[in-house]
């Protein structure tokens, strides 16, 4: 065969090899604007979650939702801004780069099918936490209805209509429970006990029964440490009564779920409150707050 016929042969099959594995400009700036467009919606997922930082914020301010419960929203609101930032950093890095082989394209088309499906995970992380801030996550429970005077058990025939109490909260955690099947949950019930100002007479049985509670205080504690003592025992039994009311209740069933309670004592339990009396009964109650979390 003549020289130049294959010097012919071999430059077609070289460009031949070239054009296989070379990729369409026209797809690669098609994928390059699918990339960029799931970086315009992680953004947007950004901002919405610092528009709800603000809300948790505001809402622990009222006293609308927990300490704890707003401790886990913070740690679930960084843990998915950071997610977003690594990857809005690497699609970036990738919308940037030119690709030629197919190698080159091959890459480009598999991270942007993770980042992708990445972006649809956020999305809903992003949805169930807007929902969970927007609920009314807490119940006021009065203390005047639960419990007597000087008393911090309920009585039995208040223990056997508990469950006119907790229902609305056991119907809301159903709800979001079963609307976000998808998700491995975690439940946080709080409550939070407080008590008005009244001095709690010395030697009478609640200063007795309150003392013998207070095993690491003061051997003559003052008003409101006792208060205090009184509050947080009222809490706990409210956080009993709900804990046996979810176990014998059929429905949802979430595998982790935390019992916490506090005592409050004086501290007013409205902040925007001004008008405060000290025998007053609007502080003689128990908050009941529950917060549903994606397992971390």
Same mark, same amino acid.
């Given at each position: 065969m003549p020289v130049k016929t294959r010097t012919y042969i071999t430059l077609i099959g070289c460009l031949a090899i070239l054009f296989c594995s070379c990729v369409s400009q026209r797809k690669v700036t098609a994928l390059k604007k699918d990339l960029t467009a799931v970086n315009t919606q992680l953004q947007q997922h950004e901002a919405t979650i610092k528009s709800l930082d603000e809300q948790r914020k505001g809402k622990q301010d009222l006293n609308e939702? $927990?300490?704890? /419960?707003?401790?886990? &929203?913070?740690?679930? #609101?960084?843990?998915?801004n950071s997610e977003i930032e690594? =990857? #809005?950093?690497?699609?970036? !890095? =990738?919308?940037?780069?030119?690709? !030629?082989?197919? /190698? $080159?394209?091959?890459?480009?088309?598999?991270?942007?099918?993770?980042?992708q499906a990445a972006s649809k995970k956020i999305n809903e992380k992003v949805m169930l936490l807007t929902d969970l801030i927007n609920r009314n996550t807490v119940i006021r429970l009065d203390q005047d209805l639960l419990f007597e005077p000087g008393q911090y058990t309920v009585t039995t025939n208040v223990s056997?209509? #508990?469950?006119?109490?907790?229902?609305?909260? /056991?119907?809301?955690? $159903? !709800?979001?429970?079963?609307k976000y099947p998808d998700f491995p949950l975690s439940l946080i019930i709080m409550a939070k006990g407080y008590a008005d100002a009244t001095p709690i007479q010395e030697g009478s049985t609640l200063y007795k029964n309150l003392l013998a509670r207070m095993t690491l205080n003061p051997a003559n504690p003052d008003s409101k440490a006792l208060n205090k003592e009184l509050s947080e025992a009222r809490a706990e039994e409210v956080?009993?009564? &709900?804990?046996?009311?979810?176990?014998?209740?059929?429905g949802n069933k979430i595998g982790n779920i935390s019992y916490l309670f506090e005592g409050k004592g004086e501290t007013y339990p409205n902040p925007k409150a001004t008008d405060y009396k000290v025998n007053d009964s609007r502080r003689r109650i128990v908050l009941l707050f529950w917060s549903v979390f994606p397992d971390m």
């Amino acid at each position: 065969m003549p020289v130049k016929t294959r010097t012919y042969i071999t430059l077609i099959g070289c460009l031949a090899i070239l054009f296989c594995s070379c990729v369409s400009q026209r797809k690669v700036t098609a994928l390059k604007k699918d990339l960029t467009a799931v970086n315009t919606q992680l953004q947007q997922h950004e901002a919405t979650i610092k528009s709800l930082d603000e809300q948790r914020k505001g809402k622990q301010d009222l006293n609308e939702i $927990d300490d704890t /419960a707003s401790s886990r &929203f913070q740690k679930f #609101i960084t843990s998915t801004n950071s997610e977003i930032e690594i =990857l #809005i950093s690497e699609n970036t !890095v =990738l919308v940037g780069e030119t690709v !030629v082989s197919r /190698a $080159d394209w091959d890459r480009l088309n598999s991270s942007f099918a993770r980042s992708q499906a990445a972006s649809k995970k956020i999305n809903e992380k992003v949805m169930l936490l807007t929902d969970l801030i927007n609920r009314n996550t807490v119940i006021r429970l009065d203390q005047d209805l639960l419990f007597e005077p000087g008393q911090y058990t309920v009585t039995t025939n208040v223990s056997s209509m #508990i469950g006119k109490f907790f229902e609305p909260a /056991a119907k809301e955690i $159903d !709800v979001f429970v079963k609307k976000y099947p998808d998700f491995p949950l975690s439940l946080i019930i709080m409550a939070k006990g407080y008590a008005d100002a009244t001095p709690i007479q010395e030697g009478s049985t609640l200063y007795k029964n309150l003392l013998a509670r207070m095993t690491l205080n003061p051997a003559n504690p003052d008003s409101k440490a006792l208060n205090k003592e009184l509050s947080e025992a009222r809490a706990e039994e409210v956080i009993k009564l &709900f804990k046996k009311f979810t176990i014998d209740r059929s429905g949802n069933k979430i595998g982790n779920i935390s019992y916490l309670f506090e005592g409050k004592g004086e501290t007013y339990p409205n902040p925007k409150a001004t008008d405060y009396k000290v025998n007053d009964s609007r502080r003689r109650i128990v908050l009941l707050f529950w917060s549903v979390f994606p397992d971390m």
